[in-house]
């Protein structure tokens, strides 16, 4: 099998006053001017090569962005090697992503090509690849990923920050949904009492809850509302897993009512892994509910699947499994390279007994704790 770099190069973002920047489905960063790739030979070294300009048409974003704007499958993104990781695993690196000049500079390869031309950087990458134990590399990709992903965090002086107890990885899924049926992950033991954190956590909120409808109910309430992530306030089990939803669904029946949530593009305002600052990303959930409801054009809309009528195509959609976004407070690079890795798969219907899906989400603003 044979490997291929690619290197796309693209124009400035437009500015939000363009009078094409609001008639677009989508808010763009900028527009793919180029695409540059080299075919590696078998012995990594450089082969064929390919180049092509591309006509600006809008302002699209970067690869998935353009994907987007032209409906294509976004799928075959998964199987991309990150050759980051490989670099940084070979070189003693640490996670955080190097630029292409560092990595010739390391290597002293000398700039022959034109740098920030799409074939001349994908052509500069295949050098470095020459300089790496590729088949070494690749063969112990997972693993890379795993070893970066655990090492410790290098501490500055005087940040009173500490490192986690205990550093676990579970490399390998496409999606949540594959994750999620991992009873290892699903199960995580705490590393000081070995009891399932997950589990106890959602009986526990199931607990608070049902005690909380009691003491109101005895005054004369009959409902309360609670407010939760999607995974914890489903009414089915999370791959067998009982959680908050489903605890109250088996205790309270009908009485219990799942409303999920979903987007079709967010942004969204992630903590940055040990630096106590959060960085905003723009995620998109593939979910065709959320789709339809953008195209129907709803900035929000409620769907109550009971007034779904049986048997219409968008009864299809709520009854089989469908890509749903599943976002919450974490943030990994594998979320930019892969979006099944914040994408669930599951049946509407099994889940919630009706919908709110926002077609353009923002980050919250947060308040200093210091003000």
């Given at each position: ?107 002293d390869i000398e700039q022959t090509r034109v740098a920030h031309d799409a074939l001349g950087d994908a052509y500069n990458t295949a050098l470095v690849c020459t300089k790496l134990d590729m088949k070494s590399g690749l063969a112990q990709y997972d693993e890379a990923t795993r070893t970066l992903a655990t090492k410790t965090r290098k501490s500055e002086p005087g ?213």
């Amino acid at each position: 099998m044979n490997y291929v770099v690619v290197d796309l190069e693209w124009n400035q973002a437009m500015s939000s006053k363009s009078s094409v920047f609001n008639k677009l489905p989508i808010k763009l960063r900028g527009e793919i001017i180029e695409i540059g790739a080299v075919k590696l030979n078998e012995d990594m070294t450089p082969g064929e090569e390919f180049t092509i300009d591309v006509k600006p048409v809008y302002d699209r974003g970067i690869m998935e962005q353009n994907i987007i704007i032209h409906d294509l499958d976004w799928d075959w993104i998964s199987s991309w090697i990150n050759l980051q990781l490989i670099y940084n695993m070979q070189t003693d690196g640490d996670k955080n992503q190097k630029s292409l000049a560092t990595a010739m500079e390391h290597f002293d390869i000398e700039q022959t090509r034109v740098a920030h031309d799409a074939l001349g950087d994908a052509y500069n990458t295949a050098l470095v690849c020459t300089k790496l134990d590729m088949k070494s590399g690749l063969a112990q990709y997972d693993e890379a990923t795993r070893t970066l992903a655990t090492k410790t965090r290098k501490s500055e002086p005087g940040d009173g920050a500490h490192d986690a107890l205990e550093h676990r990885v579970f490399p390998g899924y496409i999606s949540k949904s594959d994750a999620f049926a991992d009873e290892q992950l699903v199960n995580t033991p705490c590393p000081k009492c070995g009891g399932e954190l997950n589990a106890q956590r959602d009986r526990m909120m199931a607990e608070n809850t049902l005690w909380i409808l009691q003491q109101e109910q005895a005054r004369g309430k009959r409902r309360i509302l609670i407010s939760g992530h999607n995974n914890h306030i489903m009414q089915c089990e999370n791959a067998g897993t009982p959680v908050l939803g489903s605890l109250l669904a088996e205790n309270l029946g009908d009485g219990y009512f799942a409303i999920g949530t979903d987007f079709y593009k967010s942004v969204c305002n992630l903590p940055k892994p040990y630096t106590g600052k959060r960085i905003t990303h723009t995620f998109y959930s593939y979910d065709p509910l959320a789709k339809a409801s953008k195209k129907c054009g709803f900035d929000v809309s409620f769907l109550d699947f009971s007034k779904v009528p049986e048997g219409s195509a968008l009864m299809e959609y709520i009854a089989n499994s469908v890509q749903m976004g599943s976002l919450g407070e974490y943030y990994s690079i594998l979320l930019n390279f892969v979006p099944r890795s914040y994408r669930v798969w599951r049946a509407p219907q099994d889940a919630y007994d009706a919908m709110i899906f926002v077609t353009d989400t923002a980050p919250i603003e947060i308040e200093s704790l210091n003000k």
